[in-house]
Nanobody
Framework: QAQLVESGGGLVQAGGSLRLSCAAS????????GGWYRQAPGKQRELVAT???????SYADSVKGRFTISRDNAKNTVYLQMNSLKPEDTAVYYCNAEVRSSSSWGLLVLWGQGTQVTVSS
């Protein structure tokens, strides 16, 4: 079954760092564009960062200079390095990617299950 599995969330003090990982299952041949979204309680889901298959990145203004999105194509994994974390970064973080299925060779858009990031002040 094609799926994205996230890891790396947790509780950290303000100013600290976390690294999120989004790994594609073995039924996924490759990741095209990958991205991270987040949703805080009572708020809409918002785009945090994206990375294309040729490595071009984009970021929300609120995280520019603090977060870095990257990818390892050999591992079919997308990362989000989060530095200088602030309490307002607290949210559930979701991985999203357009992927190519190994079995059908079709393109799929998948979401991860979400991982909680909590930043204490």
């Amino acid at each position: 079954q094609a799926q994205l599995v996230e890891s790396g969330g947790g509780l950290v003090q303000a100013g600290g760092s976390l690294r999120l990982s989004c790994a594609a299952s073995r039924s996924i041949f490759s990741i095209n564009t990958g991205g991270w979204y987040r949703q805080a309680p009572g708020k809409q889901r918002e785009l945090v960062a994206t990375i294309t298959n040729d490595g071009r990145t984009s970021y929300a203004d609120s995280v520019k200079g603090r977060f870095t999105i990257s990818r390892d194509n050999a591992k079919n994994t997308v990362y989000l390095q989060m530095n200088s974390l602030k309490p307002e970064d607290t949210a559930v973080y979701y991985c999203n990617a357009e992927v190519r299925s190994s079995s059908s060779w079709g393109l799929l858009v998948l979401w991860g299950q979400g991982t909680q990031v909590t930043v204490s002040s």
